[in-house]
């Protein structure tokens, strides 16, 4: 399913804070959205979820108008993983995934055995089938994340959204989770902080600044020393994965004189 955001703009209380951006995500890709903390990134990702309507423009899914369709039909289609995503009640993790399957049933909502059978694979594809009669509140941040991972692809969506998915994570587990959603071969727009990742796993990148798209492309053509230096503020040193060549980036602090030379 193709994911088009076209000429958005978001305001919140009263101040714009995502300016005119245009983005497509094809089919089966992994477009990752990158920038500075404060540049609009979940913004723009809760407009696409449909947290916030844009002030302009539109996002679409294959052409239809996310925001005109009933909750129903857009959770069948999208499932996000927002940043503030998670419970205040102690459910366990089996029922928080389950949760995912609502948007498919009918009547009184009782979830099927099929319905079971989904979610308990969902867990499984995660790693954290062993988890499932635990609390959810008294799991680690990174459990906590396996699960709500788990909940969205149980939800069986056609785009998922991702709002830095590896929070909370530690290196092995950030890797197979990128893995995963590589693997799932949905539509994903996921926003990243850790620019590395980014270039190894996303087949575009978009970079935001100020609420504006300063960059879009491949990861090797969009991270470069001078955007860099312009966006992040930092002093970048491009070199090659060892094994799959994707560039991969070393960080200085950008000192005056290094400002002038990039």
Known sequence: MRLEITGVSVEVAGRRLVHDVTLTAGS?????LVGPNGS?????????????????????LDGTDLHALTAREAARRL???????????????????????????RGSGAPSA?????????????GADHLAHRGFLGLSGGEKQRVLIARALAQEPRVLVLDEPTNHLDIAQQLEV??????????????????NLAAVHCDELYVLAGGRIAASGPPHDVLTPKLL??????RAHRVPHPETGAVQLLFD??????RTSV
Request: glycine fraction near 8%.
């Open 178 to 195: 990128l893995a995963l959603v590589r693997d799932s071969r949905l539509t994903v727009l996921a926003a990243l902080h850790d620019l």
């Open 253 to 258: 602090r950008l000192t005056e004189n290094a």
């Open 28 to 32: 089966g890709r992994l477009i990752g």
């Open 114 to 126: 099929a319905d079971r059978e989904i979610c308990a694979r969902a867990l499984e594809r995660v």
């Open 79 to 105: 499932a996000a993983l927002p940043q503030e995503g998670g419970t205040d009640f102690d459910f366990t993790a089996a029922e928080v995934v389950a949760m995912g399957r609502l948007p498919h049933q």
């Open 229 to 234: 230096a312009e966006v992040f503020g930092v």
């Open 40 to 60: 609009g990134k979940s913004t723009l990702l809760r407009c696409v979820y449909r947290a916030l309507r844009p002030a302009a423009g539109a996002v679409r």
